[in-house]
């Protein structure tokens, strides 16, 4: 049911196009959508009964804001923007950079090729991305050998190592023509885009040409270069009739999901696909969730544009190729559509696989998330974040969080925090101390960055933490996240939960969970994920700081020296195994040098 402040806005809507975005209890964007008719699309959500993640959505929104267009380009254009600017949890969330490698030629005035797994818009040129790391780095060997640019460092008064193997065109000496490194780009981006047969007829006549002239180590390596191609690239299937690189996308819908399939196409030949799925929000417009897809896929890192896009029959073509700057089509017959219907059919492939497996999954993770929800009387949140702390009888103190959504763990969120309290030995007032600075400096900035709060704060310990916690979200920095904690028994396994809020009134309850249910499950996975996070960061922190304090003993080993130290060998061991010479490499004098040696 609607608010009725949200029913007084609904009486509000105009007829007109434009984007609408979907606000959250703390008034984060959860959801961006566009349409031709802002009043209709919008009064469907709450006028209207919605199932699936439509209904998860509906639940959460407690306000909207929108944007009018003049046109339904315009709106298209404003909501990628939008989506860029927020983020939002119910559109299609693409994660960052696939590490892919592509070979550069670089845009440099003495160019050479490399590996990289990093796009610059440097007007470089970019050809990939490759499936695996190994056939990137025997294309790339082949081309350094073939066709060499430079390979050394730049201009160093004599000639390079590469140089002497022909490996390097000599800018370590002396200056390349221009016209000589256009000639060798020219023939490297020829065979990248799948001109094999020019190649090999070059190559061929170098390698009888070699042989007229004894030169029987040239022939011989020019016939492995020849082998080279005919065992790995020509042995690739030829699927296109032209070499455009070109990027094929499609989609699949069923049961509120979509499947979206990626073909690269790079020297005529399938070079990598990819598949992606997501739950719909918006089900009446599965094709906006996909154009959006489209967009956000070339707007990441590491993404580089092919020449041309292929999507299927009834996408905005014209919209999508103003965002993307290429051309974007929809072919009609021939080899070209055939690529597209086998797109389709590999997406509906995935999909079908996916409801296999997906009944499962949820039980575990999202199903598991929502029976600890449940049992806190709480209506079912995404983000649960959980805190431990980690000392030696109170040194080196450090505390670490982590976040699971959904029931899984969200190792990008996690964080490490050094804390500032440090007494000879800790006790519960030094606890609540250590929970109230790692609470304190967490939310604080995430109001002052305006970032999304979490559902659900789970504290590893018992009633003295929670109410720390709670003391300083209520009474500091005015924030109203449910707190829980997460009780052991004497075995030191976890029992039940705890929970409620003091700063309200509210006394705190022991929570029981079943043993043996997927929610139990959950938290003792937080539980051991939390501990175990922050166990190992305050090993790592105690060994610097006691190797670090170790250096300080040492006369005439100032803090400078002692980081050099730290950089150059890492540990206490690699120090004492150091030699003399080996030390004054780090940067230290030869007198600092023998006395570090002697100390150690």
């Known amino acids: 049911m609607a608010t009725e402040h949200i029913e007084n806005k609904l009486k509000l809507l105009p007829d007109k196009p434009g984007c609408y975005l979907m606000k959250d209890v703390n008034g984060n964007v959860i959801y961006v959508g566009k349409s031709k008719n802002l009043k209709n699309r919008v009064r469907s959500y709450f006028k209207s009964k919605q199932v699936g993640r439509r209904a998860e959505l509906v639940r959460e929104i407690r306000d ?42 670089t845009n440099e005035r003495d160019p050479q090729t490399r590996l990289t797994s990093i796009v610059h818009k440097d007007h470089g040129y970019y050809f990939g991305p490759y499936p695996n790391v190994y056939a990137a780095q025997a294309t790339l060997k082949f081309i350094q050998k073939v066709w060499p640019l430079r390979r050394c460092t730049g201009h160093q008064g004599r000639p390079c190592l590469y140089y002497h193997m022909g490996q390097c065109l000599g800018a370590c000496f002396k200056e390349v023509p221009k016209s000589t490194y256009d000639a060798q780009i020219r023939k490297i981006k020829r065979f990248l885009n799948g001109d094999i047969a020019q190649v090999k007829q070059d190559l061929t006549e170098k390698m009888t040409q070699a042989s007229m002239d004894l030169e029987f180590e040239r022939a011989a390596e020019i016939r492995d270069q020849l082998k080279y191609i005919e065992q790995t690239v020509e042995k690739q299937k030829i699927i296109s009739n032209d070499h455009t690189q070109r990027d094929i996308f499609n989609f699949y819908v069923d049961k ?43 707007g990441q890192r590491n993404r580089v544009l092919p020449k041309e896009v292929l999507v299927p029959a009834g996408i905005d073509n014209e919209s999508l190729s103003e965002v993307l700057k290429v051309p974007v089509r929809t072919p009609q017959r021939g080899q070209k559509k055939a690529l597209l219907e086998m797109a389709h059919d590999n997406a509906k492939l995935k999909l079908d696989e996916k409801f296999r497996l997906l009944e499962l999954g949820n039980r575990k993770t999202k199903g598991a998330q929502k029976e600890i929800f449940d049992a806190l ?20 103190p ?54 999304k709060m979490p559902d659900l704060i789970l504290m590893d310990g018992g009633q003295i933490q929670v109410e720390a916690c709670l003391d300083v979200l209520r009474n500091e920095l005015n924030v109203n996240i449910p707190v829980a904690g997460m009780v052991k028994d004497d075995h030191h ?23 043996k249910s997927e929610g139990f499950y959950l938290m ?30 040492i006369k005439g080993i100032g803090p400078k020296s002692r980081n050099k130290l730290l950089r150059k060998f890492g540990s206490l061991k690699k120090i004492k195994e150091a030699s003399v010479d080996e030390l004054r490499e780090a940067g230290l004098t030869l007198p600092q040098a023998q006395t570090v040696k002697l100390s150690l």
Do not use: C
């Not at 709480?378 to 080196?396: K, N, T, V």
């Open 64 to 105: 909207f804001d929108i944007i009018t267009v003049s046109s339904d380009k315009e709106s298209f254009l404003l909501e990628i923007t939008l989506i860029k600017k927020y983020q939002p949890y119910y559109n299609v969330q693409l994660k960052q950079g696939t590490g892919y490698p592509y070979i550069e030629i």
């Open 256 to 298: 509120s999901w979509i499947s979206i399939q990626v073909f690269f196409l790079r020297q005529a030949k399938l070079l990598r696909r990819e598949t992606r799925l997501f739950p719909l929000t918006d089900t009446n417009d599965p094709q906006d969730a996909f154009v959006s897809f489209i967009a956000q896929f070339y």
């Open 377 to 396: 009387g709480l209506p079912y949140g995404h983000r649960i974040e959980s805190f431990d702390h980690s000392h030696i009888q109170g040194a080196d």
């Open 398 to 451: 450090v505390s670490a969080l982590v976040v699971f959504t959904d029931g899984e763990a969200d190792k990008h969120e996690y964080r490490k925090y050094k804390l500032k309290g440090e007494v000879e030995h800790q006790n519960a007032a030094d606890e609540v101390g250590n929970t109230r600075e790692v609470v304190r400096r967490r939310y604080s900035r995430l109001l002052k960055e305006h970032k």
């Open 493 to 515: 396994r976890t029992n039940h939960l705890i929970f409620g809020d003091p700063t309200k009134g509210e006394e705190l309850k022991l929570i029981p969970l079943d043993p």
């Open 524 to 553: 003792t996975r937080i539980q051991d994920e939390v501990h175990r996070f922050a166990i190992t960061f305050h090993r790592r922190t105690h060994a610097k700081n006691a190797l670090s304090s170790k250096l300080d003993e």
